[in-house]
Antibody, heavy 121, light 109 residues
Framework: EAQLLASGGGLVQPGGSLRLSCAAS????????MNWVRQAPGKGLECVSA????????FSADSVKGRFTISRDNSKNTLYLQMNSLRAEDTAVYYC??????????????WGQGILVTVSS | EIVLTQSPGTLSLSPGERATLSCRAS???????LAWYQQKPGQAPRLLIY???SRATGIPDRFSGSGSGTDFTLTISRLEPEDFAVYYC??????????FGQGTNLEIK
């Protein structure tokens, strides 16, 4: 069964940087599109970044464009989210999520456990 | 952006009752691209329904989905204690600009 294990969260000051990682196992990582989805405390779900099976197809929501960069290393079965210029409103639990096929037009069938990012001075 | 509006915000029911959750889209969504998720406190969302009406692997048949165009429904035929959670609809027709509804909190009455 597919498993996703996120790491790299924590407390960071406004304007700081963090890199999240998501280690995948139990499936052929390179064959699936992947996403980062976040959930602010007590709030709903927001797709922040997406990446296709190859690293040349990426997307970032307007709320993080120019600050967050999604990438993947298919040889290491790992998804990344580089977060720069962090703001208080980026405070959230971040989930990595697997699409059910190699395209973006499918639901998320597996999710990581979630990793908390807190932006505060 | 396709905005999804879920209603009600909170639904209070008892085990054994039938639950009907609504998701309305700001523009028409192909039925192939509408999903429902369940989220319990401290857990990641779990895929329940995709393509409006197809149950994900391992999802019991008391969960069903229906709808078309801008109006979609998740029905839980007989509530079990483990069904009390928050439910989200998602459209992936506009991927990668997927959007989620704000959620319906299904609570025990």
């Amino acid at each position: 069964e597919a498993q996703l294990l996120a790491s790299g969260g924590g407390l960071v000051q406004p304007g700081g940087s963090l890199r999240l990682s998501c280690a995948a196992s139990g499936f052929t990582f390179g064959s699936y599109a992947m996403n980062w989805v976040r959930q602010a405390p007590g709030k709903g779900l927001e797709c922040v970044s997406a990446i296709g099976t190859s690293a040349d197809s990426t997307f970032s929501a307007d709320s993080v464009k120019g600050r967050f960069t999604i990438s993947r290393d298919n040889s290491k079965n790992t998804l990344y989210l580089q977060m720069n210029s962090l703001r208080a409103e980026d405070t959230a639990v971040y989930y990595c999520a697997k699409r059910s096929t190699n395209t973006w037009y499918t639901p998320f069938d597996y999710w990581g456990q979630g990793i908390l990012v807190t932006v505060s001075s | 952006e396709i905005v999804l509006t879920q209603s009600p915000g909170t639904l209070s029911l008892s085990p054994g009752e039938r639950a009907t959750l609504s998701c309305r889209a700001s523009q028409s969504v192909s039925s192939s691209y509408l999903a429902w998720y369940q989220q319990k406190p401290g857990q990641a969302p779990r895929l329940l329904i995709y393509g409006t009406s197809s149950r994900a692997t391992g999802i019991p048949d008391r969960f069903s989905g229906s709808g078309s165009g801008t109006d979609f429904t998740l029905t839980i035929s007989r509530l079990e204690p483990e069904d009390f959670a928050v439910y989200y609809c998602q459209q992936y027709a506009n991927s990668p600009r997927d959007t989620f509804g704000q959620g319906t909190n299904l609570e025990i009455k």
